[in-house]
């Protein structure tokens, strides 16, 4: 189930090498100085939340955004991305960081963005209970390093943990060469 264009989506373990990978989760998840930011929302719609406000929220990191390089951590990770993913554009990149709770919490059913001209990558950085579940049906477990491709019109959604401190992923969304 790894090809693209038939069904909208692609799943690639161990999709960095391992010293690259080390290297990200030791820079988002065990370097205590790591800029995180406070997000209140974890979709641009709270209407589609299936939760409660007080579990509404997220830290994230946005490397680049809107042809902008928002983060001094964002060169070295376009790079590693962009030579394996080929990219012709990169719309934006940003790191997702979701606490644990008592049970897995579904977030809202969103699009990252309103064409479905571009892709979308996930990329695992830690290990946890917790998914990224798509509209038709299709999930995908958080195992480090590993990374889904799938069409930016595919409506999808993250969940919580309950397994360990926290969830953590980035969310690249691109124009594909």
């Not at 979308?120 to 990374?147: C, H, M, Q």
Request: proline share 1%; hydrophobic share 35%.
């Amino acid at each position: 189930m790894d090809n693209l264009q038939e069904t909208g989506y692609k799943i690639i373990d161990n999709f960095l090498p391992e010293e690259d990978h080390k290297l990200i989760e030791n820079t988002l998840i065990k370097d205590s100085l790591f800029p995180w930011f406070f997000s209140g929302d974890k979709s641009a719609d709270g209407e589609l939340m299936e939760i409660d406000d007080l579990n509404n929220y997220q830290f994230t990191h946005t490397f680049y955004d809107k042809k902008t390089i928002n983060s001094t951590y964002c060169n070295n990770l376009t790079l590693l991305f962009d030579s394996v993913l080929q990219t012709l554009s990169i719309i934006r990149i940003k790191a997702n960081l979701t606490f644990r709770t008592e049970e897995i919490v579904r977030y809202g059913w969103h699009l990252d963005f309103d064409s479905n001209k571009h892709k979308t990558a996930i990329y695992y950085v830690n290990t946890n209970n917790g998914k990224t579940i798509f509209k038709n049906g299709l999930e995908v477990d958080s195992v480090a390093n590993r990374l889904v491709i799938f069409n930016g019109d595919m409506v999808h959604t993250g969940t919580s943990c309950t397994d360990k401190k926290f969830r953590c992923v980035i969310n690249l969304n691109y124009i594909e060469q």
